[in-house]
């Protein structure tokens, strides 16, 4: 089995969404298109409203990810848990699929005999490390998220390098929502390092609405336009190769 690549959306909020279209619905379509999508809900200290709690995990169900709840101060090490746990999970999906293709209708990891499925265990995390990995963050940018921003840079700071010690390569999109005069902006397209994030994050400001769906809708775009990007690179090395030959 090849290791491929991994289609990773991670959303990073603290509210419910309040404009443009459901989250949810649009997560579900992320989903069809082999994208997972990753919701981490920062808490506030005080009690949270249960109607955000319940939209996180309809988010990430929806779009066959990993929900979790954090408070600021653990948001590093909970983004980089997430992410991993994601990509595992993803993997899992997969060889489950080729097991059934296998061994039969409904057969899982979890039905193998126990050295059997240690077996199949290694060879995913094995697949994890070696896949390449491409992760769109979305970043909450409302007027309840201002004082959180300098803790997300540097959690998605620890998470690059988190990530740096893959065998896989990593590629990253940074979108904010809202942003200054779209309710998404685009802050880095994709690119394998995130060490530009400090200049990025420092020239943000919090405000306005809260565009959930709109921001996972671009977050679909970028993973759309970066396949056609992949789809003519092919096509023109083909050519080059037929003309040589």
Known sequence: MKAGVLRQVLLITDGCSNKGEDPVAVAALLRE?????NVIGILNDQHQN????????????????VPQLVYAKNL???MQMV??????????????????????????IEELPPDTRGEVLEVVDDLSEKADLQLIILVDTSASMSKKLETVREALFDLHLSLHARMGNNEFG????????????RLLEWTPDLKSLSDSFSKLSSGGLTPTGPA????LSAFEEKRQVIRREVHDESYRE???M
């Open 33 to 37: 298109y082999g994208i997972s999508v």
């Open 50 to 65: 249960k109607s955000e709690l319940k939209e996180i995990e309809s988010i990430a169900a929806s779009g066959g990810g």
């Open 76 to 78: 590093s090490q909970t």
């Open 83 to 108: 992410t991993r746990k994601s990509m595992t999970q993803t993997i899992q999906g997969l060889v489950n699929k080729e097991l059934t293709q296998i061994l039969g209708k409904n057969k899982k």
């Open 174 to 185: 940074l979108f904010v929502f809202p942003g200054e005069r779209n309710d998404v902006e």
């Open 216 to 219: 996972l809708q671009e977050a």
């Open 242 to 244: 037929e003309r040589i």
